[in-house]
């Protein structure tokens, strides 16, 4: 009985080495910007959350694939895609955090975090909290190790983290037209003065131009660039929101990092800040 259980142990710690090795030979882990749980782009920011927790443990993360560096993009089977998950459970939330590589294969699965929280967002970021324990006891830091840029070329297999379109409704069949009828029209429509529509304006309107946004402490601006929006601060550039996908901003500076989106005519960042655990919203009014 001894010797059966000093095997079973034996092999739990095997097992837990080698997934800790496996992750110290990843470079960077990619974050989605929707989990399959959740309706929006990080809604209740699980997204932000997991992001954050990841670079709190000194992973280079990043939130969403949009935000990924051209040469990160070259190496992209050096880096892994975290994935947060959620299991049936009765009168509790339990979730738990997969990682899996460029090819899609799995390389590590935490155990579910739980919380019995009635609150949506208390009860996600509790149950991530708990979930990330798994990964913060394994202590990364990266070996070093580097696949080729034609190696990872070759096995790399864009996971396929948005949600499924909805789909569309079926349109009911067009009657047919007979041959008689059509040509009855047709007789009718050369006869009438067809009226000209007016020109479209095509003079852009004022909703529509780009404007800047400045936060209500006045330290930073966001003018409008390429693919988004650059950050300045003191007149200095220092990161930029890029569009993703889904319709929000993947929002990376030398200070902080977050999500973006415009609600209200405000632009709003819901940022990370070194040193504090929950997301702060940042409000930028427009520029006048």
Same mark, same amino acid.
């Given at each position: 009985?001894?010797?059966?259980?000093?095997?079973?142990?034996?092999?739990?710690?095997?097992?837990?080495?080698?997934?800790?090795?496996?992750?110290?030979?990843?470079?960077?882990?990619?974050?989605?910007?929707?989990?399959?749980?959740?309706?929006?782009?990080?809604?209740?920011?699980?997204?932000?959350?997991?992001?954050?927790?990841?670079?709190?443990?000194?992973?280079?993360?990043?939130?969403?694939?949009?935000?990924?560096?051209?040469?990160?993009?070259?190496?992209?089977?050096?880096?892994?895609?975290?994935?947060?998950?959620?299991?049936?459970?009765?009168?509790?939330?339990?979730?738990?955090?997969?990682?899996?590589?460029?090819?899609?294969?799995?390389?590590?699965?935490?155990?579910?975090?739980?919380?019995?929280?009635?609150?949506?967002?208390?009860?996600?970021?509790?149950?991530?909290?708990?979930?990330?324990?798994?990964?913060?006891?394994?202590?990364?830091?990266?070996?070093?190790?580097?696949?080729?840029?034609?190696?990872?070329?070759?096995?790399?297999? =864009?996971?396929?983290?948005? !949600?499924? *379109?909805? /789909?569309? @409704?079926?349109?009911?069949?067009?009657?047919?037209?007979?041959? +008689?009828?059509?040509?009855?029209?047709?007789?009718?429509?050369?006869?009438?003065?067809?009226?000209?529509?007016? =020109?479209?304006?095509?003079? !852009?309107? *004022?909703? /529509?131009? @780009?404007?800047?946004?400045?936060?209500?402490?006045?330290?930073? +601006?966001?003018?409008?660039?390429?693919?988004?929006?650059?950050?300045?601060?003191?007149?200095?550039?220092?990161?930029?929101?890029?569009?993703?996908?889904?319709?929000?901003?993947?929002?990376?500076?030398?200070?902080?990092?977050?999500?973006?989106?415009?609600?209200?005519?405000?632009?709003?960042?819901?940022?990370?800040?070194?040193?504090?655990?929950?997301?702060?919203?940042?409000?930028?009014?427009?520029?006048?």
């Amino acid at each position: 009985m001894r010797t059966l259980n000093f095997v079973l142990v034996f092999v739990g710690l095997t097992v837990w080495t080698i997934q800790g090795q496996n992750l110290n030979d990843y470079e960077f882990v990619v974050v989605p910007t929707q989990f399959g749980f959740t309706s929006s782009p990080d809604a209740f920011q699980v997204n932000s959350l997991t992001h954050f927790l990841f670079e709190k443990e000194g992973f280079k993360a990043y939130l969403g694939e949009e935000s990924l560096p051209d040469n990160l993009r070259n190496r992209r089977c050096n880096g892994l895609t975290a994935r947060v998950v959620k299991e049936n459970a009765f009168l509790a939330t339990k979730l738990a955090i997969e990682l899996t590589d460029c090819k899609g294969q799995m390389i590590y699965r935490t155990p579910p975090g739980k919380s019995k929280s009635k609150q949506f967002k208390t009860a996600y970021h509790e149950a991530i909290r708990q979930a990330f324990q798994a990964i913060s006891a394994r202590n990364y830091q990266y070996s070093g190790k580097s696949m080729t840029e034609t190696s990872a070329k070759a096995n790399y297999t =864009p996971s396929q983290s948005k !949600p499924a *379109a909805p /789909e569309q @409704p079926t349109m009911p069949d067009e009657p047919v037209m007979s041959s +008689e009828v059509a040509q009855k029209v047709i007789t009718e429509v050369d006869n009438t003065q067809v009226e000209q529509p007016d =020109p479209i304006d095509q003079t !852009p309107q *004022a909703s /529509e131009i @780009p404007v800047s946004y400045v936060n209500t402490a006045g330290e930073y +601006e966001l003018r409008p660039a390429t693919g988004g929006y650059e950050l300045y601060s003191a007149g200095k550039k220092i990161g930029e929101a890029r569009l993703s996908s889904q319709g929000s901003y993947l929002v990376n500076s030398s200070e902080f990092s977050g999500i973006g989106y415009l609600r209200n005519n405000e632009f709003i960042i819901e940022r990370k800040i070194k040193g504090v655990e929950e997301l702060v919203e940042m409000r930028f009014e427009k520029k006048q």
